[in-house]
């Protein structure tokens, strides 16, 4: 039988080699990934079955590089492998094309459960993570934050940068765009979230789970 096809990616090179040595005996690894924009590029061209991503991850984080990859092609699952253990983040991660939501600490028991669970279209979610507030956050009538409706992927994009403490110059560069562009998005996003200082912007990104360092 064909192994279904993997990708990993995580932002430590220890992780990606204990995710390895785990998962070789089943799966086929066609690539792994330290950053977000690696993984999509990766994505794009290797066609993996399943994605296993962190969320904390430079140049792009997991979630954002999630949704990218589900854009690309919706058939890839996506499994996120994250310290995280927080509701918040996992109905984010799942908003953006999850299918599982796996703790780091609780990998060797849950993993392959979860992307086993993943390829037969289910979901998973570590029963560290689900509590009655997740179960809240997961009720398609809940009211979404102002900055999920508020967001476009570019303006994410230059949010994620300005996390990593990035300037306007080297945020243009990445993105093929010009500082002033940069400057615009970041400018419109203090506007529409009713923020004064590009500190209390990052300040309410991580509060609402979007961006994490």
């Known amino acids: 039988m064909k192994k279904p096809r993997i990708i990993l990616a995580d932002d430590h090179r220890i992780v990606l080699e204990g995710l390895r040595s785990l ?3 089943d799966y ?3 690539g792994t990934a ?3 924009r690696e993984l999509v590029d990766l994505a794009a061209t290797m066609h993996p079955d399943v994605v296993v991503v962190d969320i904390s991850m430079p140049l792009l984080n997991g979630i954002d ?3 990218q990859v589900r854009e690309l092609n919706a058939g890839i699952k996506i499994v996120v492998l994250t310290m995280h253990p927080d509701a918040v983040y996992a109905t984010r991660a799942l908003e953006a ?3 599982a939501y796996v703790l780091k600490h609780a990998a060797s028991d849950e993993l392959v459960t979860a992307i086993e669970a993943s390829l037969r279209g289910e979901m998973f979610i570590s029963p560290d993570v689900r509590n009655p507030a997740m179960d809240e956050l997961l009720d398609p009538h809940r009211r979404h934050s102002k900055l999920t409706l508020e967001l476009t ?3 994410r994009e230059v949010l994620q940068l300005l996390v990593e403490g990035r300037s306007a110059k080297e945020i243009g560069a990445l993105l093929g765009i010009s500082p002033r562009t940069v400057e ?3 400018y ?4 529409d979230l009713g923020v004064k200082t590009s500190a209390q912007l990052v300040q309410h990104a991580m509060k609402h789970g979007l961006i994490s360092t």
């Open 23 to 25: 998962l070789e005996t």
């Open 28 to 30: 086929e690894l066609v």
């Open 34 to 36: 330290t950053n977000g």
């Open 65 to 67: 590089a999630t949704r």
């Open 97 to 99: 094309g999850a299918s």
């Open 153 to 155: 992927p570019r303006q």
């Open 184 to 186: 615009t998005h970041k």
């Open 188 to 191: 419109k996003m203090m506007d």
